[in-house]
């Protein structure tokens, strides 16, 4: 094997408790045992740790247990209080928001700041701006001083800037991709994109379903020790044996299945793709009507619950779908055992492979907690030998006339 592209060894990070802001600092960057008379605080502990080349790499855990601390030592942004950090240079990091952002400057001076932070020339940038701004989409607000911008706009800058380093290692706090969901799918084509080159993705992410779908192993800190090495399903399961009453910072629940997470008060039975007789397919014809058939058992009453599926392509990118909230259809489940929900409709779906996805859920505290997911585990095919752009077929009629 070879020699790891990130290595720590014995790497501990201790912070002061004190209130001066100067011992805090020192704290950052030094070894707090120097400070005499002041609380210290364990952050990270004794953490061995390697990952290679071309790894994407999950972290999860409760808030406070050491995850952004553990992507600064990493990036170094902090110097560890003991043990010794080996990492490529040629690593690009978005942990803070606003890190290495002037807000009293202009966006488009910002761009420039930020390159150079990860040291590209003013000449390279100025090459590549076009590129830059296309990604950010905000190209109306460059002259705009970044006080001004929402924090959306924030990530939409640093992360564009990144877009154009060729990193061998990005790390990220997927915390931050806030705004819309358009500019955090194009991030995601982008990480997608960056793991398919071979560059190694290190994420601190409270989802399971990014840290299943995006890496293929996972690390679970507890108090700054890891607990668990492995993967993802496994780790995210044993983060929630772990946490009390399911009450943790991540937003689904996965089981030992490969394909599947949630707590299930609600299983999912038995799922597929029927034809106009009954017949059960996997091959799609984008002119014929089908009927998606999830059957479901009911563990624990539930109070109004979701049924759904999609349709996504094999980079996670969700095709078509439908659901009991988006489609109004509430359903009481008051002395139910057995449910069996159904869809019924054309699944336009252009050439290629994809995979269906169900799923139900329920809504606590304005959060989707997942009762059952299965994802990823039944493959569809539309082998059909109509073509059109995209991945939806349009089924249209072209009528050309001459004059």
Same mark, same amino acid.
């Given at each position: 094997?070879?020699?790891?592209?990130?290595?720590?060894?014995?790497?501990?990070?201790?912070?002061? +408790?004190?209130?001066?802001?100067?011992?805090?600092?020192?704290?950052?960057?030094?070894?707090?045992?120097?400070?005499?008379?002041?609380?210290?605080?364990? @952050?990270?502990?004794?953490?061995?740790?390697?990952?290679?080349?071309?790894?994407?790499?999950?972290?999860?855990?409760?808030?406070?247990?050491?995850?952004?601390?553990?992507?600064?030592?990493?990036?170094?942004?902090?110097?560890?209080?003991? +043990?010794?950090?080996?990492?490529?240079?040629?690593?690009?990091?978005?942990?803070?928001?606003?890190?290495?952002?002037?807000?009293?400057?202009?966006?488009?001076?910002?761009?420039?700041?930020?390159?150079?932070?990860?040291?590209?020339?003013?000449?390279?940038?100025?090459?590549?701006?076009?590129?830059?701004?296309?990604?950010?989409? !905000?190209?109306?607000?460059?002259?705009?001083?970044?006080?001004?911008?929402?924090?959306?706009?924030?990530?939409?800058?640093?992360?564009?800037?990144?877009?154009?380093?060729?990193?061998?290692?990005?790390?990220?706090?997927?915390?931050? !991709?806030?705004?819309?969901?358009?500019?955090?799918?194009?991030?995601?084509?982008?990480?997608?994109?960056?793991?398919?080159?071979?560059?190694?993705?290190?994420?601190?992410?409270?989802?399971?379903?990014?840290?299943?779908? !995006?890496?293929?192993?996972?690390?679970?800190?507890?108090?700054?020790?890891?607990?668990?090495?492995?993967?993802?399903?496994?780790?995210?399961?044993?983060?929630?044996?772990?946490?009390?009453?399911?009450?943790?910072?991540?937003?689904?629940?996965?089981?030992?299945?490969?394909?599947?997470? +949630?707590?299930?008060?609600?299983?999912?039975?038995?799922?597929?793709?029927?034809?106009?007789? +009954?017949?059960? @397919?996997?091959?799609?014809?984008?002119?014929?009507?089908?009927?998606?058939?999830?059957?479901?058992?009911?563990?624990?009453?539930?109070?109004?619950?979701?049924?759904?599926?999609?349709?996504?392509?094999?980079?996670?990118?969700?095709?078509?779908?439908?659901?009991?909230?988006?489609?109004?259809?509430?359903?009481?489940?008051?002395?139910?055992?057995?449910?069996?929900?159904?869809?019924?409709?054309?699944?336009?779906?252009?050439?290629?492979?994809?995979?269906?996805?169900?799923?139900?859920?329920?809504?606590?505290?304005?959060?989707?907690?997942?009762?059952?997911?299965?994802?990823?585990?039944?493959?569809?095919?539309?082998?059909?030998?109509?073509?059109?752009?995209?991945?939806?077929?349009?089924?249209?009629?072209?009528?050309?006339?001459?004059?």
């Amino acid at each position: 094997m070879s020699d790891p592209i990130i290595q720590l060894s014995g790497v501990s990070k201790n912070f002061v +408790g004190n209130s001066s802001g100067i011992s805090k600092l020192f704290s950052m960057f030094s070894d707090s045992h120097f400070i005499k008379n002041t609380k210290v605080h364990n @952050v990270i502990n004794n953490i061995n740790l390697s990952i290679y080349d071309g790894e994407a790499v999950g972290i999860i855990g409760r808030n406070g247990a050491g995850k952004s601390t553990l992507l600064k030592l990493i990036a170094g942004i902090y110097k560890p209080s003991s +043990g010794l950090i080996k990492a490529t240079n040629n690593l690009a990091a978005i942990i803070e928001l606003s890190a290495g952002i002037n807000k009293e400057l202009s966006g488009y001076e910002n761009i420039f700041i930020l390159g150079q932070l990860h040291g590209l020339s003013k000449d390279y940038l100025q090459e590549r701006l076009e590129d830059i701004i296309e990604f950010s989409e !905000l190209r109306d607000y460059l002259e705009e001083k970044v006080s001004t911008y929402s924090s959306g706009m924030i990530l939409r800058l640093s992360f564009s800037v990144i877009t154009i380093i060729n990193p061998k290692v990005f790390i990220i706090d997927e915390a931050l !991709l806030v705004g819309d969901v358009f500019f955090q799918a194009k991030c995601n084509k982008f990480l997608q994109e960056f793991k398919k080159n071979g560059n190694t993705l290190i994420l601190v992410s409270h989802s399971a379903r990014s840290v299943i779908e !995006l890496c293929g192993r996972a690390i679970l800190l507890e108090n700054g020790t890891i607990s668990f090495d492995g993967k993802p399903s496994e780790a995210i399961d044993l983060y929630v044996k772990k946490s009390e009453s399911n009450k943790s910072t991540l937003t689904a629940h996965t089981n030992d299945s490969k394909h599947e997470y +949630g707590t299930k008060e609600i299983s999912i039975s038995s799922f597929g793709i029927y034809d106009s007789n +009954g017949i059960e @397919v996997s091959n799609i014809n984008p002119f014929d009507i089908y009927t998606i058939k999830i059957k479901y058992k009911i563990n624990n009453q539930v109070l109004n619950p979701i049924f759904g599926y999609f349709i996504s392509d094999k980079y996670g990118k969700r095709i078509i779908g439908q659901n009991t909230l988006k489609a109004e259809k509430k359903i009481e489940l008051s002395s139910v055992k057995f449910l069996e929900i159904s869809f019924t409709q054309q699944l336009p779906l252009n050439s290629g492979e994809y995979f269906l996805n169900v799923g139900c859920s329920k809504i606590v505290d304005s959060n989707i907690v997942s009762l059952h997911r299965i994802y990823n585990k039944v493959t569809i095919y539309a082998s059909h030998k109509f073509k059109a752009v995209g991945l939806i077929f349009p089924n249209d009629t072209i009528n050309i006339h001459k004059s």
